[in-house]
T-cell receptor
Framework: EAGVAQSPRYKIIEKRQSVAFWCNPI?????LYWYQQILGQGPKLLIQ????????DSQLPKDRFSAERLKGVDSTLKIQPAKLEDSAVYLC????????????FGPGTRLTVL | SQQGEEDPQALSIQEGENATMNCSYKTSINNLQWYRQNSGRGLVHLIL?????REKHSGRLRVTLDTSKKSSSLLITASRAADTASYFC????????????FGQGTRLTINP
């Protein structure tokens, strides 16, 4: 079974630039999560999708962050414009459904904002 | 917001010794999970313990849960160099839409 795929693995941008991350969850997983993990901290949930609908985006900085999952499969997370404090690893995870307890994580995208 | 507080923040032991990490949380939960993260990699699910369970084993892992104290511990027995990683507890709160709330993690180093 293929795992959660993410790209790119690394990205370096200047502040005020835009960036987008892509995630392909495990086939058949209805629930998709985006987390932000700042160095030395645990992952913080940004947004949770159930199929193509948003379940929870209460911690997403909506003035600069956006995410979509148009066909209920792949998802993209965008930052526009980026700030220095956005430097972090962005992790995508998926689970079979909202009731399933185990989440499967991708390798993450490490973003550096200069 | 992060609910879990892990203790210690960092732990360094010799190969073959046992490693114990603790996690405390604030609100009532459905279950508590432990994840491992190797440097620069994604998180891997290790074990889940439900709120009505007190202890669970999986291979060299032993997890306890005390809901009255809102705390959990992860014991890794007979540690190996490959166990070097960060370990995170994550709670599934009864209240709220968020499925998992992660702690800050414990950085475990196994010295050969």
């Amino acid at each position: 079974e293929a795992g959660v795929a993410q790209s790119p693995r690394y990205k370096i941008i200047e502040k005020r630039q835009s960036v987008a991350f892509w995630c392909n969850p495990i086939s058949g997983h209805a629930t998709l999560y985006w987390y932000q993990q700042i160095l030395g901290q645990g992952p913080k949930l940004l947004i949770q999708f159930q199929n193509n609908g948003v379940v929870d985006d209460s911690q997403l900085p909506k003035d600069r962050f956006s995410a979509e999952r148009l066909k209920g499969v792949d998802s993209t997370l965008k930052i526009q414009p980026a700030k220095l404090e956005d430097s972090a690893v962005y992790l995508c995870a998926s689970s079979l459904d909202r009731e399933t307890d185990t989440q499967y994580f991708g390798p993450g995208t490490r973003l550096t904002v200069l | 917001s992060q609910q879990g507080e892990e203790d210690p923040q960092a732990l360094s032991i010799q190969e073959g010794e046992n490693a114990t990490m603790n996690c405390s949380y604030k609100t009532s939960i459905n279950n508590l999970q432990w994840y491992r993260q190797n440097s620069g990699r994604g998180l891997v699910h290790l074990i889940l313990i439900r709120s009505n369970e007190r202890e669970k084993h999986s291979g060299r892992l032993r997890v306890t849960l005390d809901t009255s104290k809102k705390s959990s511990s992860l014991l890794i027995t007979a540690s190996r160099a490959a166990d070097t990683a960060s370990y995170f507890c994550a709670t599934d709160p009864i209240q709220g839409a968020q499925k998992l709330v992660f702690g800050q993690g414990t950085r475990l180093t196994i010295n050969p």
